[in-house]
């Protein structure tokens, strides 16, 4: 029924940045709320943010908290991520998902594929 698809990832030097981006196609009649989820290598995968439907209200992990940006300036199901000050830790498949039940991001009801990012020092 809707498909989320990312983009954004690839490799980037130590302290770089980069943003991800995820937008919804295939039927999408309301505002779900989002996050943006990781999984490393040899990890489980992690929430990384998360923002409600309004976009008024957000969520970030304490390891990317005043790095990480996640927000939808449209007020539609389109998210972005914009990370700055990477390290080698944020290495990760990135995810993003949506909830199309609660105000505030609960459960992935939506998932994308994944995008790579990869931080080399």
């Known amino acids: 029924q809707v498909q989320l698809v990312e983009s954004g990832g690839g490799l980037v030097q130590v302290g770089g940045s980069l943003r991800l981006s995820c937008a919804a196609s295939?039927?999408?009649?309301?505002?779900?709320?989002m996050g943006w989820f990781r999984q490393a290598p040899g990890k489980e995968r992690e929430t990384v943010a998360a923002?409600?439907?309004?976009?008024?209200?957000?969520y970030y992990a304490d390891s990317v908290k005043g790095r990480f940006t996640i927000s939808r300036p449209n007020a539609k199901n389109t998210v972005y991520l914009q990370m700055n000050s990477l390290n080698p830790e944020d290495t990760a498949v990135y995810y993003c998902a949506a909830d199309r039940v609660g105000t505030r991001f609960v459960r992935g009801d939506y998932w994308g594929q994944g995008t790579q990012v990869t931080v080399s020092s």
């Open positions: 295939g039927r999408t009649d309301s505002t779900y709320a």
């Open positions: 923002i409600s439907r309004s976009g008024s209200s957000t």
